[in-house]
């Protein structure tokens, strides 16, 4: 059984830290891509960190600098740390992974695609 659950979100204000970390179980982070997603209301998804087969971080420009991310393969985790947190971050946060020979399937909230598995998500609050 494959699965995927983000915690750590949470309702801060602008400038505050929060780190979001997502555990997996019959996932092998060596054949997937693990990517973390975010959705804000009204908006399309957004991926913002792809972590590759190797465990190269790539970071997306628009939290380059702010956020970073990191796998740990031993306890089959991924954690997003957020820093200097703006409203404008404010979303629902998601983990998925892009497994080798896998299809895609949709995010709970249908929006995201990229990916084989997903976490249900995971609100971040951000007030200036």
């Known amino acids: 059984e494959v699965w995927m659950v983000e915690s750590g979100g949470g309702s801060v204000q602008s400038g505050d830290s929060l780190k979001l970390s997502c555990i997996t179980h019959?996932?092998?982070?060596?054949?997937?891509?693990l990517h973390w997603y975010r959705q804000a209301p009204g908006s399309g998804c957004e991926r913002i960190v792809l972590?590759?087969?190797?465990?190269?971080?790539r970071i997306d420009d628009s939290v380059k600098g702010r956020f970073t991310s990191s796998r740990d393969t031993s306890q089959n985790t991924m954690d997003l740390q957020m820093n200097a947190l703006r409203p404008k971050d404010t979303a629902t946060y998601y983990c998925?992974?892009?497994?080798?020979?896998?299809?895609?399937?949709?995010?709970?909230?249908?929006?995201?695609?990229?990916?084989?598995?997903w976490g249900k998500g995971v609100q971040v609050t951000v007030s200036s």
């Open positions: 998925g992974a892009n497994v080798l020979g896998v299809p895609y399937s949709p995010s709970p909230s249908g929006s995201c695609t990229l990916s084989s598995y």
């Open positions: 972590i590759n087969y190797d465990g190269e971080v």
């Open positions: 019959g996932i092998k982070f060596e054949e997937a891509r």
